[in-house]
């Protein structure tokens, strides 16, 4: 697709870096699963000398994720995990940044756990209200690290407002979109100078297949990051950034149709009576739905729960679903539940979680695809052994 050419978000999915196969007319370019390329003399190659530096499968789905968020260019992955770890190693020791509080806990383990002992500084603030976080910018202070929708409380944070912060700070701003997606968001588009993704959940969608990808404006910091990643070798598979592409095509699809499930359950969860409250930014009691319709497309597919119950009685009606899968992860087809205190923030400390609101009768959804009313009945039928 001639990149002059102007597409619609689905458009440009499907037809971004697909250009069918010169050699033989395939509609879908070959998977390059090779190690390394001839060259024809010493140093004189077809711009490829070996797969942990670049390959052309994977080449393809960093031009069409780059398209997807309106970016320069970009990078993919071997996981979400590796692309935070490639970033942060652009930083030097004494460097601070500062995060929102609300992360993933993986993301809260390796910069609390690992990157701490090599000298960065973190500090970890609520962005969602104004004030604090200005506040806690340093002199030494070089990255704003934010989630939005955050997981797993999902707050939403002004990407525009913290943009401008950052801009009259001289901060690079980078902003985890992996909740939303490039269908629902574009922090490029906001302001933000960094969009990361775990390719594993929206973007990937089956469930099938883990990655991570990085996205941005600036060249230098492009630059900078190749050679991070190839020095670290955090490099994803060919048949990995295959499959990837190939399900990114059918994003905007499966994205409305997420949606449009998790709006109807978390109206249904709010009404039952065995639901303390529901958070999801669609809905009217949302704190923060007047951002979420100014800042996102659509509201997305991820909603908390805080259950009226005790410790045990959530693991029962955990244990009791049969269509909601009890696993970690998010984004995929089918629906997930989990349990964010004893699973995905697990690394955080108590006293962190119980700050934050990540209680013992806290579960997090990933809504999927299935029948809706599918879905409604099996959350019902669980809710009704508490």
Same mark, same amino acid.
């Given at each position: ?51 942990? &530096? ?259 009685? &959530? ?9 909601? &899968? ?61």
């Amino acid at each position: 697709m001639n990149k002059n050419t102007q597409t619609h978000f689905e458009t440009t999915l499907i037809h971004c870096a697909q250009e069918p196969d010169q050699s033989t007319g395939s509609v879908i370019p070959p998977i390059y699963q090779t190690s390394t390329y001839a060259q024809s003399s010493p140093g004189v190659h077809k711009g490829f000398e070996y797969s942990r &530096t670049d390959n052309p499968t994977r080449r393809r789905l960093e031009m069409a994720l780059a398209a997807s968020e309106h970016g320069r260019d970009g990078l993919c992955f071997a996981s979400g995990m590796a692309a935070i770890t490639s970033f942060i190693h652009t930083l030097s020791p004494g460097d601070h940044v500062l995060c929102s509080n609300d992360l993933y806990g993986g993301t809260y383990r390796l910069f609390t756990k690992v990157m701490a002992g090599f000298g960065l500084e973190f500090d970890f603030v609520d962005f969602s209200q104004g004030g604090e976080w200005e506040s806690a910018c340093r002199e030494n202070t070089r990255l704003i690290w934010l989630e939005t929708p955050s997981n797993p409380m999902l707050s939403l944070i002004d990407i525009e407002r913290v943009s401008v912060f950052a801009q009259r700070k001289k901060l690079r701003l980078l902003v985890d979109n992996t909740f939303a997606s490039p269908y629902l968001q574009n922090p490029l588009l906001l302001g933000a100078d960094v969009v990361l993704h775990s390719t594993t959940k929206y973007i990937g969608g089956h469930s099938d297949v883990v990655g991570g990808a990085i996205i941005c404006q600036d060249q230098e910091l492009l630059e900078k990051l190749r050679f991070v990643q190839n020095s670290m070798g955090a490099i994803p598979g060919p048949f990995d950034c295959w499959l990837t592409h190939r399900s990114l095509k059918t994003l905007s699809l499966r994205m409305q149709k997420h949606c449009e499930n998790a709006m109807s359950i978390a109206q249904f969860l709010e009404k039952h009576p065995k639901v303390e409250s529901v958070i999801y930014p669609g809905l009217a009691s949302h704190s923060q739905h007047e951002l979420a319709k100014r800042q996102m497309k659509d509201f997305g597919g991820m909603i908390s729960v805080v259950l009226g119950a005790d410790l045990e009685s &959530t693991k029962t009606f955990l244990s009791s679903l049969q269509i909601f &899968t009890l696993a970690e992860s998010l984004g995929g087809i089918e629906s997930l539940i989990e349990h964010p205190a004893i699973m995905t923030h697990a690394s955080i400390p108590k006293k962190e979680r119980d700050h934050l609101g990540i209680s013992d009768g806290l579960v997090r959804l990933s809504v999927g695809i299935e029948h809706v009313e599918d879905l409604q009945y099996d959350l019902s039928q669980a809710l009704d052994r508490i």
